[in-house]
């Protein structure tokens, strides 16, 4: 099957199948009960997808000339919609416009994956592995709001298998513990003092953004967009705090395609997907 929105065909791996409604509902009350993070998370992407392990629905573009260098975009898609939708919002397009050599990977990364927790395992076996089988030495991932989270949790666990990271609008966690780093003056005077990775995603998350500060974890290179009135702005400005000037760019706007598209752009006519495939 093909579409018109790629220039090359596509293809897919076998639909997914759905764990049970009921399962869902069960961890949903199970993480009321225990009162945790995961259950903000939960119900702020909101209960559109059950949790799942299945291999991942995947489309990919191939660039008309690429390098000798093989190197794979993974866009990560964010709550709403599809993995198509960005292919039908002309992201892909605008790789082709520019005539970037790279090729993308879209996989349909949807909150089931999340709320698994096997999008980073699942990533790993279905995208970047049969990739590196392939031949393609180089990998960068592109998340889009949920998407965003997504690609950095990728990077902290695997941060040798990324070359960069482009993360738009991303959601980096809920109101508590960002006013909590604000109010302690950012990610560098702030302390998470003792927690469980296991139980507190969000403390384990920005401990890790804190080390790499530090020096004492690895990452790949990041770069950061948003819009300055973004809901999820307060925690962007935290991030971009920690960044270099040039790996940053905010416009006027909000949580919207449109803005997140024009950062995007942004960032292409900026040349930031062009040094690491010359």
């Given at each position: 099957m093909a579409t018109a929105h790629l220039k090359t065909p596509?293809?897919?791996?076998?639909?997914?199948?759905?764990?049970?409604?009921?399962?869902?509902?069960?961890?949903?009350?199970?993480?009321?009960?225990?009162?945790?993070?995961?259950?903000?998370?939960?119900?702020?992407?909101?209960?559109s997808a059950c949790a799942t392990n299945a291999p991942l629905e995947t489309l990919y573009d191939k660039a008309e000339a690429p390098e000798s260098r093989k190197t794979m975009l993974v866009f990560l898609r964010g709550r709403g919609g599809n993995h198509e939708d960005l292919v039908a919002q002309g992201y892909v397009k605008d790789l082709?416009?520019?005539n970037i050599p790279v090729d993308a990977a879209l996989p349909n990364a949807h909150f089931g994956y999340y709320i698994g927790e096997t999008l980073v395992p699942r990533l790993e076996a279905d995208v970047v592995e049969p990739a590196r089988a392939e031949g393609y030495e180089s990998f960068w991932l592109v998340g889009f709001s949920m998407g965003g989270l997504g690609?950095?949790?990728?990077a902290r666990q695997h941060?040798?298998?990324?070359e960069g990271v482009l993360v738009i609008a991303p959601f980096l966690g809920y109101e508590d513990i960002?006013?909590?780093?604000?109010?302690?003056?950012?990610?560098?005077?702030?302390?998470p003092g003792a927690h469980d990775p296991?139980?507190?995603?969000?403390?384990?998350?920005?401990?890790?953004?804190k080390q790499c500060d530090e020096g004492k974890q690895a990452r790949p290179p990041v770069y950061l967009g948003y819009g300055r009135e973004d809901s999820f702005a307060p925690a962007c400005r935290l991030l971009e705090d920690l960044l270099p000037e040039d790996h940053v760019i905010s416009i006027p706007g909000g949580h919207t395609n449109t803005i997140m598209r024009k950062v995007w752009r942004l960032f292409l006519e900026r040349g930031v997907l062009g040094p690491p495939f010359k």
């Open positions: 596509f293809f897919r791996d076998k639909a997914p199948p759905w764990r049970p409604l009921s399962a869902l509902h069960k961890k949903a009350t199970m993480m009321l009960s225990m009162k945790t993070p995961a259950l903000s998370l939960a119900f702020f992407l909101g209960l082709r416009d520019r690609a950095l949790m990728y941060p040798k298998d990324v960002i006013r909590e780093i604000a109010k302690a003056g950012g990610v560098r005077s702030w302390e296991a139980k507190d995603w969000q403390r384990a998350f920005w401990s890790w953004l």
